[in-house]
């Protein structure tokens, strides 16, 4: 199936037709379509961004991964306790707190290192 911006009519009314009905219309492709034999160019590759390209992008994306884990149930629920106050908060605030730092901490490390 063609586009209608991929081709468009054109009448054959050259020389040597020698008919008198109507032309046939003719569909004429854009040149450089490769779905349409055209010149063909391989299409560009491109790596996914969603890996890391560099080690120090390996090593941003599992620190902040292993980070973000240690909010998440059911290691959070280990952490879940009020007695041992910890500079006048209970200890889940201090250790979210802590945790929330450090994933802060390691997104600037990563935008300075560029990666």
Known sequence: M???????????????SGSTECPQPKIMLHEDDPAEGGPSEPYPRFRSHFLPRTRDGWIAVTAFCGLFALT??????AANRITPWVLGLPFLYAY????????????????????
């Open 96 to 115: 979210l707190l802590f945790i929330y730092c450090a994933l802060i901490a390691v997104l600037i490390w990563a935008q300075r290192r560029g990666v």
């Open 2 to 16: 063609l586009h209608s911006q991929a081709a468009h009519w054109a009448l054959d009314s050259g020389p040597g």
């Open 72 to 77: 998440q149930p059911p290691l959070l629920y």
